[in-house]
Structure formats: structure tokens, C-alpha cells
């Protein structure tokens, strides 16, 4: 057989396949993989062939060591937020820039949804629509918060753009870390949290009813109402602080004491 038409090793396919499933999001970063014997299995593969895949996957950086002594996958597309977090952080101009971004991606990963949305995303997504519906008669704004960032993961998912889902999952990790917006301010506000409500509904509903321009339009506007909505919290926020310090003297009053 020419050099060209070998068959590559079963440990390099072997390492391709798995690759494949993080990519896809069907294993996800933090995800402990299966016994090594359970994996041969499903794989089809001998042991020793599945150690040298994971092997090079670890050398990839893709697998890390898990707490329970196993594998893991490694957090992925985390670059973003390592130096560059602090400064964003510092850099609270940024958030309209990055909901300006939100606003475009979000868009096209609920057009795509709405397309491409197998069953197994469709349920999924009408298991988001009942946790947001749980958390807001609850009132408890965390759990709100965290059912909005998981229907935004479904529905990147849904789209199955690889690309889209890597970087918009590592784009939500800095979400859940308060990087760019206080999820949680948002839903102290009623009359937000119901707008917020009907707002992510709307998004299931038109992906549901595969509906891709009505999906775009709904999660666009969704996006740039959150935009506004923080606009308008911000600005009340530095109204009070200016009607405080002139209270207060800017504390130089309790200098000149």
C-alpha cells in the first residue's frame, strides 16, 4: 500500500474522535471522563491504544487531571480571561462594546438554532424554558441569573457552530464571574425580570417553532434591552453617588474635623 493511503495509528484516531466530542460540546470542560475500561468499550478500542490518546491529548492541553484521581476535559478558550480579565474588569467602558458583540453573536446562534435544533436541543431548550419560569416565581435573582446564562449555552449549542459554541462558552464563564454585568442587579428589578422573562421565553419559542428570522430578531433585541437596561442602572448608580458626596462635602469635610 503507497505511504500515502496507510491508515493512521488507532491511538491518533482514537485521540481524533475525542477531539471531536469536545469540540461538539458533547464532552465539556470541567467533564470527569468514563473508567478507562468503561471508555475502551464504547470505543471500541484496546487499553493501551486508549491510554496513548489520552495521553496526547493531555500533551494538547485538551485533558487535565481530575480531583477523583481520573481525567478531565480541560477548560478550553480560557486565554480571554486570564490578564485580559483584570483589565476588563478595570475597564467598565467595555461592557457596551461587548454587548454591542453579544447582540451580533446572539443573533446569529438563535438564527442558526432555529434551523438546526436537533430533538435532544429542543428539549433541552423547553427544560431552560421551565427552569426560568421556576426561578422567577421563586424571585430568587441567583437562580435567575444562572437559568438565563444556561437557555444562552443551549441555544449556542443548538446553532452546532463549533466555533460559536467554544468561544461564546468562554465568553459566559466570565459572565457567571460578574466580569462584564451583575446578572443578579438586573433581576432585583421587577419590572426588568418580568421584561427579562417574556424576553428568553419568546427566544425558546421561535427556535421551537424553527422560526430563524423571528429567533434572530428576538435575541437581538433581548440583547440590546439588557444593554439599555444596564445603561440605565448605571447611570442611577453614579447619580446617587454625585448627590451623596455632595452630602458628604466629598469627605473633606470630615478632613477639615
Same mark, same amino acid.
Do not use: W
Given at each position: 500500500?503507497?505511504?500515502?493511503?496507510?491508515?493512521?495509528?488507532?491511538?491518533?484516531?482514537?485521540?481524533?474522535?475525542?477531539?471531536?466530542?469536545?469540540?461538539?460540546?458533547?464532552?465539556?470542560?470541567?467533564?470527569?471522563?468514563?473508567?478507562?475500561?468503561?471508555?475502551?468499550?464504547?470505543?471500541?478500542?484496546?487499553?493501551?491504544?486508549?491510554?496513548?490518546?489520552?495521553?496526547?491529548?493531555?500533551?494538547?492541553?485538551?485533558?487535565?487531571?481530575?480531583?477523583?484521581?481520573?481525567?478531565?476535559?480541560?477548560?478550553?478558550?480560557?486565554?480571554?480571561?486570564?490578564? &485580559?480579565? *483584570?483589565?476588563? %474588569?478595570? $475597564?467598565?467602558?467595555?461592557? =457596551?462594546?461587548? @454587548?454591542?458583540?453579544?447582540? #451580533?453573536?446572539?443573533?446569529?446562534?438563535?438564527?442558526?438554532?432555529?434551523?438546526?435544533?436537533?430533538?435532544?436541543?429542543?428539549?433541552?431548550?423547553?427544560?431552560?424554558?421551565?427552569?426560568?419560569?421556576?426561578?422567577?416565581?421563586?424571585?430568587?435573582?441567583?437562580?435567575?441569573?444562572?437559568?438565563?446564562?444556561?437557555?444562552?449555552?443551549?441555544?449556542?449549542?443548538?446553532?452546532?457552530?463549533?466555533?460559536?459554541?467554544?468561544?461564546?462558552?468562554?465568553?459566559?464563564?466570565?459572565?457567571?464571574?460578574?466580569?462584564?454585568?451583575?446578572?443578579?442587579? &438586573?433581576? *432585583?428589578?421587577? %419590572?426588568? $425580570?418580568?421584561?427579562?422573562? =417574556?424576553?428568553? @421565553?419568546?427566544?425558546?419559542? #421561535?427556535?421551537?417553532?424553527?422560526?430563524?428570522?423571528?429567533?434572530?430578531?428576538?435575541?437581538?433585541?433581548?440583547?440590546?434591552?439588557?444593554?439599555?437596561?444596564?445603561?440605565?442602572?448605571?447611570?442611577?448608580?453614579?447619580?446617587?453617588?454625585?448627590?451623596?458626596?455632595?452630602?458628604?462635602?466629598?469627605?473633606?469635610?470630615?478632613?477639615?474635623?
Amino acid at each position: 500500500m503507497p505511504e500515502s493511503k496507510k491508515r493512521p495509528p488507532a491511538a491518533e484516531t482514537t485521540a481524533r474522535h475525542i477531539e471531536d466530542l469536545i469540540l461538539e460540546g458533547s464532552l465539556r470542560p470541567g467533564e470527569s471522563l468514563p473508567p478507562e475500561r468503561d471508555m475502551a468499550e464504547a470505543l471500541d478500542v484496546s487499553r493501551p491504544t486508549l491510554r496513548n490518546a489520552l495521553k496526547a491529548l493531555e500533551a494538547k492541553g485538551l485533558l487535565s487531571s481530575a480531583p477523583n484521581g481520573g481525567r478531565q476535559v480541560a477548560p478550553l478558550a480560557t486565554s480571554v480571561t486570564d490578564p &485580559l480579565l *483584570t483589565l476588563l %474588569e478595570e $475597564r467598565t467602558e467595555m461592557v =457596551d462594546d461587548y @454587548l454591542e458583540l453579544r447582540a #451580533t453573536l446572539e443573533r446569529m446562534a438563535a438564527t442558526l438554532a432555529a434551523r438546526r435544533a436537533t430533538d435532544v436541543d429542543r428539549e433541552i431548550l423547553s427544560t431552560c424554558a421551565q427552569k426560568i419560569e421556576a426561578a422567577h416565581a421563586s424571585g430568587d435573582a441567583q437562580a435567575e441569573a444562572e437559568a438565563d446564562i444556561d437557555l444562552h449555552i443551549a441555544v449556542y449549542e443548538a446553532s452546532h457552530n463549533i466555533v460559536l459554541l467554544q468561544i461564546m462558552r468562554a465568553l459566559s464563564r466570565m459572565l457567571r464571574q460578574g466580569v462584564f454585568m451583575n446578572r443578579e442587579k &438586573l433581576y *432585583t428589578m421587577p %419590572e426588568v $425580570r418580568n421584561v427579562l422573562k =417574556d424576553q428568553h @421565553l419568546r427566544i425558546i419559542e #421561535t427556535i421551537l417553532s424553527r422560526d430563524p428570522e423571528a429567533a434572530g430578531e428576538a435575541s437581538e433585541a433581548h440583547m440590546n434591552y439588557t444593554q439599555l437596561a444596564l445603561s440605565e442602572i448605571a447611570e442611577a448608580e453614579a447619580r446617587l453617588e454625585l448627590s451623596l458626596r455632595r452630602i458628604e462635602g466629598g469627605n473633606l469635610s470630615k478632613v477639615a474635623r
